[in-house]
């Protein structure tokens, strides 16, 4: 018997159109080869994807991000 959950079965709510922006600048990050927040948070503002406040991110607004979001 299989006793995790899929990712689906976890969720409340489908993602907004600003999670699903993220998420994939996220993955095009890490496709670059950074795996590191430094790094992360440097691509992500390089790429003109900022926090939700429109500020560029920091490793503690992204951090602060991703525990809101449940990620």
């Known amino acids: 018997m299989d006793r995790y959950l899929k ?3 976890a969720r409340t709510a ?3 159109p600003y999670e699903v922006k993220l998420a994939k600048a996220i993955e095009e990050v890490f ?3 950074v795996h ?3 790094g992360l948070v440097k691509g ?3 790429s003109g ?3 939700p406040d429109g500020a ?3 490793p503690e607004s992204f951090t602060a991000e991703m525990h ?3 990620a």
């Open 14 to 16: 489908d993602p907004t």
């Open 31 to 33: 496709g670059s080869g």
């Open 56 to 58: 560029e991110w920091t």
């Open 49 to 51: 994807i900022h926090g």
């Open 44 to 46: 992500l503002n390089d």
């Open 7 to 9: 990712i689906h079965q």
């Open 36 to 38: 590191h927040l430094e």
């Open 68 to 70: 809101r979001i449940g």
